[in-house]
């Protein structure tokens, strides 16, 4: 091998010159979606970005989530509540000319995105939402140790997963082969994708919720959809901006449940078109929005595999589904 000059052509094949101008280094994007991993390389660097630099302030409130499980739910729900009293929720409402992706950003994939310095959050309107995908241990110092508020909203992992796979054949480029459901659904099972595992994902949260209640909500998509009037409630209470008597009387609550509304959100010409994150097109945030579709993709098989997953991984922690 060495007579025959491997190890040049091997230094050869790998070095930057070339690896650069390979057609498949030019194309796609590195992301948890399309690799088997649960953080792409982009994620960690905005991660470790915004932990070394946010200033979280006791007035902030970070809305966190795992992929696919209600997101854009809590972003529009929060944003309204928070700012209800400065725009008419009939007309002109930012949530009917801006994407909730816009309003309400990520930590990592707008503010510490592709730099390692702080970012200007005196440019949010107080008291300041933001938004992020990161387990709780990975949270910022200054967002676990400041007055800030953390809402979280959690899915049953059935639809969560069915969600995630629909999105991903959606952002999926089209230059890359197609995943098959069972692919992705066993990189699921195994937490090596979207910020997964998902299951310490939830129990971070869950676990902080119990411990200290007034720094962590812990709020689940399933109930929401339920009783979403009582939900919002509880939402706009723990953030600080309860609704008064009179709010109550002028049915303030089910305006915004109705305004935030999977349907109402759905149909806003703002999020059918345009890509308020990265290369996602806005109308792959709004589906179909309901509990419970998984039954029309898992096969038993499948179902009773994740059913076991979920009683080892968050059997005795008093989450359930
Ligand atoms: P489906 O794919 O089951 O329809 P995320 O916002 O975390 O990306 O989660 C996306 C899921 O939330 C999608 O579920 C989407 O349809 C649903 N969703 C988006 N906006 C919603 C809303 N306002 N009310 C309820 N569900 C919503």
């Known amino acids: 091998e060495e007579r025959e000059g491997v190890i040049k052509e091997i230094s050869r094949l790998c070095s ?24 792409s390389g982009e994620e960690i660097q905005a991660i470790i970005s ?4 946010l200033q979280a302030q006791d007035t902030n409130i970070v809305l966190s989530t795992i992929p696919k499980s209600g997101t854009t739910w ?22 009917m000319t801006s994407n909730p992706y816009d309003l309400v950003p990520f930590l990592e994939y707008k503010l510490y995105v592709n730099h390692d310095r702080s970012s200007d959050l005196s440019q949010l309107p107080q008291p300041g939402l933001l938004g992020t995908h990161m387990p709780y241990s990975a949270l910022p110092n200054s967002v676990k140790e400041s007055g800030c508020r ?23 480029p089209k230059t890359v082969a197609p995943l098959s459901i069972e692919e992705v659904f066993d990189m699921y099972c195994k937490g090596v994708i979207g910020f997964s595992p998902y299951w310490a994902h939830m129990l971070g949260y869950w676990k902080e919720s119990i411990e200290r209640p007034h720094k962590v909500l812990f709020l689940k998509y399933e109930e929401m959809k339920e009783e979403p009037s009582l939900n919002l409630r509880k939402l706009a209470e723990f953030l600080r901006h309860s609704f008064s008597l009179e709010e109550e009387r002028e049915g303030v609550v089910e305006e915004i449940t109705r305004l935030c509304s999977f349907e109402n959100m759905k149909e806003l010409e703002v999020n059918k078109s345009g890509k308020a994150i990265l ?20 096969t038993p098989l499948l179902a009773e595999r994740l059913t076991e997953v979920m009683e080892e991984k968050l059997g005795g922690s008093g989450l359930t589904f």
């Open 16 to 39: 930057f010159s070339n690896l650069k101008e390979l057609e498949v280094n030019k194309i796609g994007r590195s992301t948890p979606f399309i690799e088997n991993k649960a953080f």
């Open 279 to 298: 290369d996602f097109g806005n109308e792959n945030l709004f589906r179909k929005g309901e509990v419970g579709d998984w039954v029309n993709y898992l």
């Open 74 to 95: 809590l972003k529009v729900l929060a944003f309204a509540v928070v700012h209800r009293k400065h725009f008419d929720k009939k007309k002109n409402h930012p949530l």
């Open 150 to 172: 953390v809402a979280y909203i959690c899915r049953n992992p059935f639809d969560t997963f069915v969600s995630q796979w629909h999105f991903l054949m959606k952002v999926r």
């Open 50 to 53: 915004s932990q070394k630099h």
